[in-house]
């Protein structure tokens, strides 16, 4: 079937003004956050709801076209946006937004994949509850990306990743069929778990459509900490004892070498960064606490772990936040970093897992190798330590020009790192997923079996190889 | 290839004293627990390392013959005995049993599959941490049987099921080659979430040979409450209360019908039941309260939660126990109901889960639908409130011969039962599996897109289907 038809059919299933053709698409052509070459879609269509969605699945399956699903464009991998052939469908999911029940008894809600986060969340704050998924792309990301990504974020370390806080999915298949798995059940043992085979799958098996959410009460109180640690071992020491006196009120511990933090010092001034001037220390954490109970429990527990870790030797000085606006200024230091990076000139990003143990010798061995490699070489290190998730980016030396430094060195300085990362038993994706940029890592530290069972299981469930192509896995 | 060639491949592979054969297969051959008709097995093999179980699965793929993996032999859904073909091999994982590490400071423990439940819990407790899984067979239950059918049991509010104490797995595939999935890590985004696919695949995809799992800080301190309500919708809303109160604290939410405890009253009396006698209350809940502080601490936050529940008038009475040996005792009244049911007689048994605002009205729909059948029908019905997961059993009106109940009323219990947890929004199997027990009810209830990716995925997984074939999926 000639292109035309395909065209004709869509806009007769989903309305004229839904299917955008042309050359003003960018805004779902191109992977805005990784300012990476602009693809060409065939069109973007953006069907009302899940019946249409599984219409225009049937309509590309007659003819063979691929299609990219969408949610808010944020993928940090090129998961949602389309190849330069002009021959991808772009099915954008921005129209399936509703909230659709809120279950304050079961504490679930059921909200359409192109929900935005943020809206999610507001969602649930308005029934008193609370949604957890937390990321800095809250404002755009919708729900169904973070569904297909297993989004991670801030609150990991309590919550879970996307896929902890799913009780159901609603999909359409490759061969535009609808599966409703809308359940907000607790336990369900009938059969496979195709949920958690398609979170995480990034559009490749099906097109999530909606989604039961898992909603918690809303914390009584919040506190923050800012300390500085002699050392990453001492953060791994400190984290153990904040799981040991916070247990599942700790729902923050995110690290921060000196490098990240003098970044933003000096590219965003707006932000004082809490001793960092005091103290000579290598190494800070931001940590945070959300009590059932009361500030004032929050605060005699906090201390009390300050107290055991002074104790034990693991930090050289701590700040409480006093109040709300100080510790959404921790936060905003901690969030600055990658902006203060951007600004200081590009860099190499890398999105890395490690077992929590392993963590201090892997900094070590990894920071050698690089400069061994590299002189001069730049090592901006941060993350989720509660989650063994670095953002373990590397920076030109001072005085580099950093697209040049990008250009000659990014191969090797990939390598080195993910080759390392693997040798620790680590993962070159924690939470940003494969899409189209990590591919060949994929192939490379993926074990053999687990891509021979991956490859048979998107063959059988999607065999024309329309879903999401050459994501994930090599077209 | 004939039979005798296998047995000596097999003999070879884990020598002649672990491939037993022959009239005392019993321990192997039948399903202990619902004490259905004994199997038939080809052999029963007992490698000792996952080499030895993938040359003995390398072997069986080689002759056509089908594998029933096997743990601790307490499936309660025929998932883990051979039919009575006398053509199934059992592979007993019994002597891979090792703990293989603890990781104290990532939180985790690998241990092998056919460690006893009971024993990797002591590992963790000798470790300092808690692995929290438990459930009534846990002195013979093993991990990798956890594992394959998805366990729950009673600390599921706070912990999740076992998929969510997982964090990787080592597994021998169909074609007997090794998936070493075994990592420690909390984020990793690499390709499909195979490790879900096959927790809770009952064997039929995979054996699992070994299992990285979750630790936690133990609590400081347990209470246990026990309150009488006056309906269930009122420990609809003492569940709601006790969340928002104790938060994380809420280890158990058990619930209790009157009938259920007063059989426990008249079959176990060494038990006495708390607020039987004193109270003519329809429902009783159990609840936990893990601390992590102190005693004092978790003293007061029950206090707190109970007087919350009685201005919101969602309780009778309670009783909070006073030292840990009455703590016991009322979780043992708890764990007496299916005894005291089987002395009172045979009967119907349902392990359903439902959306927990939809309890009340289930239980009531369902209630009187079974009046109606059956004149005098008897419902004995407890379970995990805080999971939404029943026990919803059915016993023969007093005075009724209770074989002839069953035989001649199963399958319209069932028919009732199952079709109104269909209705409600619920599942046919919370926690127990399919086995080949319910695969006829997975068919039914099931949706039949799921359905077909479900087998799908077992046809490209296990294209010979020997991998524990008609469990879960027809054969």
Known sequence: MPEEPLLDVLRHTVGPAHVLTGDSLGAWEQDRRQRRPQGKALAVVRPADTV??????????????????????????????????????????????????????????????????????????????????????????????NLASNAGGTQVLRYGNTRDLCLGLEV?????????????????????????????????????????????????AQLTAWVAVASIEQAVVLLGLAQQYLSAGLTGFEVMGRPALELVARHCPQWRVPLLAEMACPWFVLLENSDCESENHARNRFEALMEAALAADCIQDA??????????????????????????????????????????????????????????????????????NLHYNVQAPVGCDAAVFLREQEALVNQIVYDTVAQFGGSFSAEHGVGALKVAQLEQYQSPVALGWMRAIKQALDPQNLLNPGRVLRR
């Open 52 to 145: 249409q969605v599984a219409a225009v699945v049937r309509a590309c399956a007659a003819t063979g076209t691929p299609i990219v699903p969408q949610g808010g464009n944020t993928s940090l991998s090129l998961g949602a946006t389309p190849d330069a052939s002009g021959r991808e469908l772009v099915l954008s999911l921005s129209r399936l937004h509703a909230v659709r029940a809120i279950d304050p008894h079961n504490l679930s809600m059921t909200v359409e994949a192109g929900c935005i986060l943020h809206n999610a969340q507001q969602a649930a704050q308005q029934a008193g509850l609370l949604f957890p998924l937390s990321l800095a792309s809250e404002g755009s990301c919708t729900v169904g990306g």
């Open 172 to 220: 359409v298949t490759a061969q535009g069929e609808v599966w409703n798995g809308l359940r907000g059940l607790r336990k369900d043992n009938t059969g496979y778990d195709l949920r958690h085979l398609l979170i995480g799958s990034e559009g490749t098996l099906g097109i999530i459509t909606a989604a039961t959410l898992k909603l918690f009460p809303q914390p009584a």
């Open 319 to 388: 700040v409480i936040a006093q109040n709300q606006s100080q510790a959404q200024t921790f936060w905003q230091v901690r969030e600055s970093i990658s902006q203060a990076q951007a600004r200081e000139g590009l860099n190499i990003k890398h999105d890395i897992a490690l077992p929590i143990a392993r963590i201090p010798a892997f900094v070590a061995h990894t920071d050698a190798l690089l400069a061994q490699a590299i002189a001069g070489v730049r090592v901006v290190n941060f993350g989720h330590l509660g989650d063994g």
